[in-house]
């Protein structure tokens, strides 16, 4: 299924959000990165923002500094907005959620070209000392599909695809008469 979506996101919008389904996102996505989760959560630096109900991305973008405007009302101008690997900052993901309300997030996606067509300006930035590692509010349009890998229900595509790899693994090497040995 496709579902579109703008933040606050409640509870039950996410909760039916399954493995496989695709999301488009509307309004507002915030920017995060390993530096940013690091000051809030090992180092007790506070946000400013509000990210009760709203999507994360992992992203350091490329920014550029402007003139500030009504098109660029914090005086930066985004060049790049993408997705980063996510695995590193795996450890964030639970107090994210339960610290700050954090409802979706999103990680490597690798489509930085396409990505930063969906993002309309840089609407406010936070902790502006770690750029390009600040905590960026994103206005966004039509930001997708991007499709859910992980759900609440336990599902995992990243499980799927590692199991059904092994099992292709093992059966490869059962033919060639190789002992599989997982040393």
Known sequence: MHYE????????DVRKLRVNDTVTLQ?????????????????????????RGHAVIHTAPNVA?????????VGYSPVCV??????RM?????????QYGVRIIIGNGG????ETTWVTRIEDVDLDDLNPESLWKFSIRDFGPL???????????YRTVADDARARRAKVLAELGVRDDPR
């Open 5 to 12: 979506l703008t933040p606050p996101f409640s509870e039950a």
């Open 147 to 157: 499709l859910v890998a992980m759900d609440s229900h336990g599902a995992s595509l």
């Open 27 to 51: 309004s507002t996505l915030y920017g995060i990165r390993d530096a940013t989760q690091i000051h809030m959560f090992d180092r007790g630096r506070r946000t400013r923002f509000d990210l």
């Open 65 to 73: 500094r402007v003139d500030k405007s009504a098109s660029n009302p």
């Open 111 to 114: 489509t930085a070209a396409l």
């Open 82 to 87: 993408g997705t980063t690997t996510s695995d």
């Open 90 to 98: 795996e450890r964030f993901t639970r107090p994210l959620m339960a």
